[in-house]
């Protein structure tokens, strides 16, 4: 529900910002309209202005240019008029009270009474976080250790493992997958709580070096014939020696990409 919903929200501020430059375009148009006769098997072009109307000559390509224009801008006009009328009336219903947050919003009194018919998000995330996997055995460089308690590889992968918990975002690092035919270990599956989705983070962190970067496309690719895709479940930042990942890189995709932070 909340994915349509979002839809729908960027649809009409998409909307709403054509219609902007529309509004623009048109105080510029001159006035008056342009009109279409068919005389003799030919169209001929004419130019309304209040009760007169006079022919448009092969001289005046500009101003039947202009005319053309505005009557196209009124016409996209009034389909975008429409569309934000039907999108928004959407958006009144799609924005109501979810079924998953009615036990939440019992009073306690009531609650301790009745049994809920779904688990809250930390019941969800709780069960999610409990599930065991088996942890990558035999590496030998450097780590760094994680508030949560993991040990990750690199600096970069140490500020996004802070930066979801500092964020109470669940999440488990390399935990095996199954993709085209073979077992690999994303460096982030990360839980959105509210949806009910994993996603995938991956860091892609030694562009430099060009065989790093082809398996780096390649993997991206077995991802996207695997059902992942970037905007939707996964998230792939990159890394050179001159380009590194920062923390306000990190908080940026939290905050907007997971989190949907102003949508």
């Known amino acids: 529900m909340k994915e349509l919903i979002i839809i729908v929200r960027e649809r009409l501020d998409y909307l709403i910002r054509i219609k902007e430059t529309i509004n623009v375009n048109l105080a510029s148009a001159p ?4 009109q279409l006769r068919m005389m003799r098997g030919r169209i001929r072009y004419y130019f309304q202005k209040g009760k007169v109307r006079r022919y448009i000559n092969s001289e005046e390509k500009v101003l039947l240019e202009q005319l053309a224009q505005k009557l196209y801008l009124e016409e996209a006009q009034a389909a975008i008029d429409n569309e934000i009328s039907v999108l928004s009336k959407l958006d009144s219903h799609l924005s109501i009270r979810r079924v998953e947050n009615v036990y939440d919003e019992l009073r306690p009194e009531l609650k301790k009474f009745a049994a809920p018919l779904f688990p809250s998000d930390a019941e969800f995330a709780a069960r999610w976080l409990s599930e065991k996997y088996d942890k ?5 460089g450097p780590v760094y250790s994680t508030t ?11 500020i996004i493992a802070e930066m979801l918990y500092k964020y109470g ?4 690092y390399e935990r ?4 085209q035919g073979k077992w690999i270990r994303p460096d982030f599956t990360i839980l959105n709580v509210a949806e009910r989705k994993e996603l995938i983070w991956e860091h892609e962190g030694l562009m430099d070096d060009m065989e790093y970067r082809n398996r780096a496309i390649e993997k991206n690719r077995a991802y996207n014939y695997s059902g992942y895709f970037e905007g939707d479940n996964l ?5 050179t020696s001159t380009h590194t990942l920062d923390t306000d890189h990190v908080e940026l995709i ?6 949907k932070e102003g949508k």
């Open 31 to 34: 006035k008056g309209t342009l």
């Open 136 to 140: 990558l055995e035999g590496y030998n």
């Open 148 to 158: 949560k308690g993991d040990m990750v590889r690199s600096k970069s992968e140490y």
């Open 169 to 172: 975002i669940p999440y488990k």
């Open 176 to 179: 095996p997958l199954y993709i």
């Open 235 to 239: 998230i792939v930042t990159f890394e």
């Open 254 to 259: 939290i905050r907007k990409v997971i989190l």
